[in-house]
């Protein structure tokens, strides 16, 4: 999936699911403001155009970010954008650093 933010263009991949697309990222405000290891997003599949709508504000934090009893995948390296995405779910509780493994 590529989308422009301001004048740079960028590449997601995702994960099809329940007839959406299903995204794992990271930027740079992981572990700053949004938890650590990512966010969840999901999308609509893109219309016979191949145009669809990316809408950061829904990114939500994983199942990992409210409990220790859960795992999560991390987001591949090549959905690490390299901007901030200040839009959506932010920082929960006192999860602001990575689970250490036992």
């Known amino acids: 999936m590529v989308f422009t933010l301001g004048t740079k263009q960028y590449t997601l991949d995702a ?3 329940d007839g959406n697309l299903f995204i794992i990222f990271g930027d740079e ?3 700053k403001t949004t938890y650590p290891s990512g966010r969840f997003l999901s999308v609509k599949k893109p219309a016979a155009d191949g145009t669809t709508i ?10 990992c970010a409210f409990t220790n009893y859960a795992t999560c995948p991390l987001p591949p390296p090549e959905n690490i954008l390299p901007v901030a995405i200040t839009a959506g779910e932010k920082n ?4 602001t ?5 036992s």
Request: charged share 15%.
């Open 92 to 95: 929960y509780g006192h999860h």
């Open 15 to 17: 994960l099809e699911e």
């Open 29 to 31: 405000t992981s572990g």
């Open 97 to 101: 650093t990575p689970h250490a493994s």
């Open 54 to 63: 990316i809408d950061f504000n829904k990114a939500y934090n994983p199942p």
